[in-house]
Nanobody
Framework: QVQLVESGGGLVQPGGSLGLSCAAS????????MGWYRQAPGKQRELVAT???????NYADSVKGRFSVSRDNAKNTVYLQMNSLKPEDTAVYYC???????????????WGQGPLVTVPP
């Protein structure tokens, strides 16, 4: 079974920086895309950033220029560096893996538990 194990998150002051990481555990052949989504209180889950195994990156407009996503394919790990954080970045940040292939199973998608990032006003 594939699991996404996240680390990072916490409280950071406006204008500060924070990093998240997410490692996929299990016997994995390949993962097409990994990335991050977030859900703020009372709002729908939204895309933050994704990166494919070929390095194609997609950012939400709200984080362009402030957040940076990267990936280590050999470690099946994705990172999110968040700079110039704003109160509106407060949310639970969910790691996501798309099209995960293992020796026994193909998972269309896998979600992490989601660390909380809090940026107070």
């Amino acid at each position: 079974q594939v699991q996404l194990v996240e680390s990072g998150g916490g409280l950071v002051q406006p204008g500060g920086s924070l990093g998240l990481s997410c490692a996929a555990s299990g016997s994995i052949y390949s993962i097409y895309a990994m990335g991050w989504y977030r859900q703020a209180p009372g709002k729908q889950r939204e895309l933050v950033a994704t990166i494919t195994n070929g390095g194609r990156i997609n950012y939400a407009d709200s984080v362009k220029g402030r957040f940076s996503v990267s990936r280590d394919n050999a470690k099946n790990t994705v990172y999110l560096q968040m700079n110039s954080l704003k109160p509106e970045d407060t949310a639970v940040y969910y790691c996501h893996a798309l099209d995960v292939n293992t020796p026994d199973h193909r998972y269309p998608e896998v979600w992490g538990q989601g660390p909380l990032v809090t940026v107070p006003p």
